[in-house]
Nanobody, 123 residues
Framework: QVQLVESGGGLVQAGSSLRLSCAAS????????IGWFRQAPGKEREFVAA????????AYADSVKGRFTISRDNVKNTAYLQMNSLKPEDTAVYFC????????????????WGTGTQVTVSS
């Protein structure tokens, strides 16, 4: 079992930056791919970014490519999402999730989820 806790969300102005953290419990963190997803009110949960077990491979949604960076520290059992040049359309609850083997862009394939952290970007 893996428990995930997100932090780092908040209310910021457009153009600002935030860094989200995803702290994981358990000894299996390095065996898990990590995904970040977000869900805005009235919308489906959507893929944001993902990183492979040892950080050698990453993927991003087109809407965040060039602005967001995903990373992980397997010693600290923590994953990060650095978000720069934030836009109002980035407003959502952000979730991290883990799965074994390779990452995917589909939330249905992830096994464990955090409870999310709210990011609000004002114009």
């Amino acid at each position: 079992q893996v428990q995930l806790v997100e932090s780092g969300g908040g209310l910021v102005q457009a153009g600002s930056s935030l860094r989200l953290s995803c702290a994981a419990s358990g000894r299996t963190f390095s065996t898990q791919a990590i995904g970040w997803f977000r869900q805005a009110p009235g919308k489906e949960r959507e893929f944001v970014a993902a990183i492979s077990r040892f950080g050698l491979s990453t993927a991003y949604a087109d809407s965040v490519k060039g602005r967001f960076t995903i990373s992980r520290d397997n010693v600290k059992n923590t994953a990060y999402l650095q978000m720069n040049s934030l836009k109002p359309e980035d407003t959502a609850v952000y979730f991290c999730a883990t799965k074994s083997n390779a990452f995917t862009r589909s939330p249905e394939t992830y096994d464990y989820w955090g409870t999310g952290t709210q990011v609000t970007v004002s114009s």
